[in-house]
């Protein structure tokens, strides 16, 4: 046995049954003891950021963490972005990065880098595994890392740690971490701001707490005491649709994000952080809750998120049996017909979006309209990118594919962001995972025209419009898709699109619509 199988064991023991990886030549020990496991489901990505970006979408449905396996420090630097976007939705994730061995490290090898620097800006917890002796203990915490609250856990495996004889260790599991409780005095502090604000309190849920049981409860203390319900600005997971209590997104532009909030006195986390922009402009805010409005914190991430709205329900003397307003059947839109646009895209998958699917959406600013009308959606799961990295989409949908494999997924995805990312189309086919990948081509960086508003620009030139659009060529997605194996049409009229979406739901298997909007 050596150390490469020690890691392997201790991971399957402890429930990390799934390894997302692109390794190299120092990690080939390590292939070969997941080779020798075939209980160890491995998934290749053809660039690393498919690869954190699929570990990321699975845990975020799971809650459980997944291997993967990245090539040196070149490989981790290629799989950061999406390692970032993981931190900032707080998942669970094991990266497992190889290196050379440690006496090869002296001689600056092309492939040498300082790897805990790069891992440690966009990982919470980093370990270099210091010998064959050390894979089971910096396993094992590393486990206990990426669950204590849930975050990244970084671990550095040198190839002589992976070919070392190791012993088997005494013992192979790693003690699962509680959730903490929140505090009697936040409960208390939380229930008297709320009685005295009553109407002008908000209350900003996410994790566990936008999960739809925990949501029932929020749901009633919102209809007890008229507090508002809010979720995040970008939305890690939420569960949503007919039947379920429907908070209102924090809105992405600072003007609109301000009138959203202005008349709120008291606003209550809940596993969230307060609201901010997500850049500074000249002459607004970066805050977005108004000078006075008094932040109060129920319970942080980490921390049992259902019962603290359960007991701070019970402090507030709210029953159980508390009525609560629940999203009802989607408001009729009528059928959209004609030329298809961005909102006649959102339109017509709300109304389709089948039973207990998964939505992955990092369509930017193609489908806007689409979270709020999801409240009226068939019950769904609702994810989108969280740390505005973009090239998040396609991974992320891999990941919940494998984690839900009898669920439909479906990905709004944006173009520009959408090219990151690319390659994992190509994983999809080979893993004939059901994914129905919805591809809004409008040829340009959208959102950085906007963004150029935002900052006093109202006209570009030449330069920058050669920066911002897609075009001259133009992409062609349906031959790229079906290039990586995967089916693919096009539509250009709401119609088209329509009917495409129907036979994309129908079958399984991925299926990709580019919306040419």
């Not at 600072?254 to 809940?270: K, Q």
Request: net charge negative.
């Amino acid at each position: 046995m050596n150390g490469a199988d020690v890691l392997c064991d201790v991971l399957l023991a402890n429930d990390v049954n799934v390894c997302f990886a692109n390794p190299g030549t120092s990690e080939m020990h390590f292939v070969t003891a997941l080779d020798r496991r075939q209980e160890m489901r491995c998934v290749l990505g053809l660039f690393e950021g498919v690869v954190t970006g699929a570990a990321d979408g699975y845990a975020r449905m799971t809650g459980r963490p997944a291997a993967t396996l990245l090539h040196t420090g070149p490989g981790l630097a290629n799989g950061l972005a999406n390692i970032h976007n993981a931190r900032r939705a707080r998942v669970p994730m094991i990266n497992i990065v190889g290196d050379h061995a440690s006496y090869h490290l002296p001689l600056d090898a092309p492939l040498t880098t300082d790897i805990e620097s790069l891992a440690t800006p966009m990982s919470n917890w980093v370990r270099r595994i210091e010998g064959p002796g050390d894979v089971a203990l910096a396993t094992k915490a590393a486990i206990h890392a990426s669950l204590s609250p849930p975050g990244v856990a970084t671990l550095i495996l040198p190839a002589d740690a992976a070919w070392g004889e190791a012993q088997p260790p005494a013992s192979l599991i790693s003690d699962p971490p509680q959730p903490t409780s929140a505090k009697p005095d936040a409960i208390r502090d939380v229930a008297g701001a709320i009685r005295k604000a009553r109407g002008r309190a908000g209350m900003i849920v996410r994790g566990a707490a936008a999960m739809a049981d925990a949501l029932e409860i929020a749901g009633q203390i919102s209809a007890a005491f008229e507090v508002r319900l809010f979720s995040e600005v970008q939305v890690a997971h939420m569960q949503r649709g007919r039947g379920r209590v429907a908070p209102t997104r924090i809105p992405y532009p600072v003007d609109a994000a301000l009138e959203t909030l202005a008349d709120i006195d008291v606003l209550v986390l809940v596993g969230a952080s307060e609201p901010v922009a997500f850049f500074a402009y000249p002459g607004k805010p970066g805050r977005l809750v108004r000078d006075g409005c008094q932040v109060l914190t129920l319970a942080a991430h980490g921390d049992d998120l259902k019962r603290a709205l359960e007991e701070l329900r019970d402090e507030l003397g709210i029953k159980s049996t508390q009525p609560l307003l629940r999203a009802t059947r989607i408001p009729d839109e009528g059928k959209p017909s004609g030329p298809l646009i961005e909102d006649a895209v959102a339109v017509i998958v709300a109304q389709k979006l089948p039973d207990n699917a998964i939505v992955c959406d990092e369509a930017i600013t193609s489908a806007r309209r689409f979270f709020a009308l999801s409240e009226h959606a068939a019950p769904h799961d609702f994810m989108m990118i969280t740390g505005g990295a973009i090239g998040m989409g396609i991974p992320l949908t891999i990941g919940a594919a494998i984690a839900c494999p009898d669920r439909k997924v479906v990905n709004l995805q944006a173009d520009g962001s959408g090219m990151y990312t690319v390659q994992g189309l190509w994983t999809q086919a080979r893993e004939h995972l059901d994914i129905v990948t919805i591809i809004f081509a409008n040829r340009t960086y959208a959102v950085l025209h906007g963004e150029m508003r935002n900052v006093g620009v109202q006209t570009i030139g030449e330069n920058a419009r050669r920066m911002l659009n897609l075009d001259n060529p133009s992409l062609d997605w349906v031959l790229m898709a079906k290039g990586m194996g995967v089916e693919a049409a096009r539509a250009e009229t709401c119609e088209v699109f329509a009917k495409l979406l129907d036979h994309a739901l129908s079958r399984p298997g991925p299926f990709l619509i580019e919306a040419v909007i």
